[in-house]
């Protein structure tokens, strides 16, 4: 049985809630979640399925043992997979703006991320965030409360001016397909913003699983790899250490990448911190600094082009 996890929460509760009472004894998680930050309603998911004889199978490359689960490790990432199979990227740079940030469906992560870059580098961004409360065709959800509970550290005043400038400007678009407001697009869709790369120097990278000790990486990060351009990533503690394992190189002799040390909000200020000094750096100051990671670049598509499941687990 499939326990489907959006963020940190089970969606389909009441189906799992039936499997347990079943006796079912086989899960299979949805994608990279740490199972230990997992809530199903009010309840931690190992509460409900621990001591029970059940096997969890996750695609979390780093999932701890659980105590009373035992838990099975599918190393089939088929989304950060997928640019092995398609051909239509070019090394080449005609560096144009400094940071891209390409969002689909909202995250209370994301909205603050892209709410800082609109605010004060949106002409030096490409921004794409394709969701809006502005649309009565389908509902839409940024996740507002979640932003909230997680900044409760930031200075109010000038945080709600950010975001809702954001806000106010969304939906913010880089393509011409249909956007049907729910913010969703599938990871064999997500290489048509590919020819955008080339006018970017750095990707700030929102990655899907966030929560807990968990490392599950995906499209959004191995297309700025065969895009050979570097990235910034929002994602669990410890993401560039877990890709550095992988083989692939980061870029810690370019800009302090302690923020790896950390999650959520306080990662996200860290990150901020690296924007604001790149942001003060000239076209003709980007295009040198990316030709001297051009070795950086090579060597982590040439990894990313022999990698295969087996070797990465």
């Not at 080449?92 to 004060?120: M, T």
């Not at 961004?125 to 394709?130: A, C, G």
């Amino acid at each position: 049985m499939k326990i489907k996890v959006f963020e940190n929460k089970v969606t389909n509760i009441e189906s799992v809630l039936e499997g347990v009472k079943n006796n079912i004894k086989y899960f299979l998680i949805d994608e990279g979640p740490d199972i230990e930050s997992v809530m199903i309603g009010d309840m931690p998911l190992v509460k409900l399925l621990k001591n029970k004889g059940i096997t969890v199978e996750t695609f979390n490359l780093i999932q701890k043992d659980v105590e009373g689960i035992l838990i099975k490790k599918n190393n089939s990432l088929v989304p950060f997979f997928y640019y092995q199979k398609i051909n239509v990227f070019e090394k080449e740079k005609q560096i144009e703006k400094h940071f891209g940030l390409f969002v689909g469906g909202s995250r209370w992560h994301r909205l603050f991320l892209a709410s800082n870059l609109f605010y004060y580098y949106k002409d030096k961004s490409i921004i794409s965030y394709r969701q809006s409360i502005k649309s009565n065709n389908q509902p839409c959800n940024l996740y507002l409360d979640d932003l909230f509970l997680n900044s409760y550290k930031i200075n109010k005043n000038d945080f709600l001016k950010k975001i809702f400038e954001l806000i106010l400007n969304l939906p913010l678009e880089v393509t011409n397909e249909k956007n049907d407001n729910t913010g969703y697009i599938n990871f064999d869709n997500a290489f048509t913003i590919s020819h955008l790369y080339k006018k970017i120097f750095v990707d700030v990278v929102c990655e899907t699983w966030h929560e807990g000790q968990c490392f599950y990486p995906t499209e959004k990060i191995s297309r700025a790899i065969v895009c050979h351009t570097p990235f910034i990533v929002y994602g669990a503690k410890h993401f560039l250490k877990n890709l550095r394992k992988m083989g692939f190189q980061t870029f810690k002799d370019f800009w302090d990448e302690s923020y790896d040390n950390y999650s959520g909000i306080d990662r996200i200020l860290l990150i901020n911190k690296i924007v604001n000094e790149i942001s003060n750096l000239s076209i003709a100051d980007l295009k040198i600094l990316h030709k001297n990671m051009n070795n950086i670049l090579e060597h982590n598509y040439k990894i990313y082009k022999d990698l295969y499941d087996i070797k990465i687990l």
